[in-house]
């Protein structure tokens, strides 16, 4: 079963469209709503959630679920700002989301994980489900849950690293992105995180769930921004065979990668600014 009178809002992202008096910040929150439901993926940073979901018209009280995508302040530090409004509320995210994550850069060690303590969080109203594998949110809606890591050129973020019970910090292999996905008349639609697990990881995956169902559309996070030459050359080439309708990158793709996306994909990509409006019949 697909979901019907899709609309997808873009909350927060580092740069804004229109209306006037939007927010940007570093960080990703799309609102969804279809005919069947009314869900938030992921929240942001915590600096624009509130201002531009009440700008853009999306009623956060009314939201019945929230996707986090990986458990990075960027995504999810607006969480304990949006549950006074919805209420108690169920939040998905993956069993490792959870935990001490930093960005290590020339010998500056700086915290990047979920600020808040889990048990705060459900004291305002999150209740966590926690999954691993490919889930069924509700009907053509679904969780990726960890993605495998197959190609050989979508290399880790040598920078992002975790800390386990001793606090000696690792290379965090981001188990934790996932990507939610819409099952629409058009095809699928996949709304990314960050894709740490790599973009053509990701609709390998999906594809292998899914079996049958076209990719239509791809918004959010892409990771380009930091990747190679090597890599990014060997991704637009490889994305090139999913015949994809739409590609609106945001977030950690980057300005420069977004015009070079631009320039290899022509007019199915857009960037995906705060106020940006994608609708699906």
């Known amino acids: 079963m697909v979901q ?9 992202e ?19 709503t279809t005919s069947a439901t009314r869900m938030l993926f992921d929240t942001g940073q915590g600096l624009g959630i509130l201002r531009n979901s009440e700008i853009l018209e999306f009623d956060l009280s009314r939201v019945e679920t929230i996707v986090l995508s990986h458990g990075h302040y960027d995504h999810c530090s607006g969480l304990a700002l949006v549950l006074p409004l919805t209420g108690k509320t169920d939040v998905h995210i993956h069993q490792q989301g959870f935990g001490r994550r930093c ?6 060690i700086r915290d990047i994980g979920i600020m808040e303590k889990q048990s705060s969080l459900e004291s305002l109203g999150a209740h966590f489900i926690f999954n691993k594998d490919f889930t069924k949110i509700e009907d053509g809606i679904y969780l990726s849950g960890e993605i495998p890591r197959l190609t050989t050129f979508e290399e880790p973020d040598p920078r992002l690293v975790r800390a386990d019970t001793t606090e000696e910090l690792f290379p965090d292999p981001l188990l934790d992105d996932q990507t939610l996905i819409l099952d629409s008349r058009e095809g699928l639609i996949l709304i990314l995180g960050c894709a740490h697990a790599g973009l053509i990881n990701i609709l390998h995956h999906v594809q292998q769930q899914l079996p049958g169902r076209p990719i239509h559309t791809i918004i959010g996070g892409t990771h380009l921004g930091f990747a190679s030459d090597e ?21 950690c793709t980057g300005l420069e990668r977004g015009a070079d996306l631009a320039q290899a994909f022509g007019s199915i990509f857009r960037f995906a600014p705060v106020g940006t409006r994608l609708q699906f019949a």
């Open 4 to 12: 019907k009178n899709i609309e997808l809002t873009v909350l927060c």
């Open 103 to 108: 960005h290590r850069y020339k010998g500056t």
């Open 231 to 251: 890599q990014f050359n060997a991704t637009v080439k490889a994305l090139s065979n999913f015949n994809i309708k739409c590609l609106a990158a945001s977030h």
């Open 14 to 32: 580092n740069s804004v469209a229109g209306p006037f008096g939007l927010t940007g910040e570093h960080g990703w929150a799309v609102g969804v």
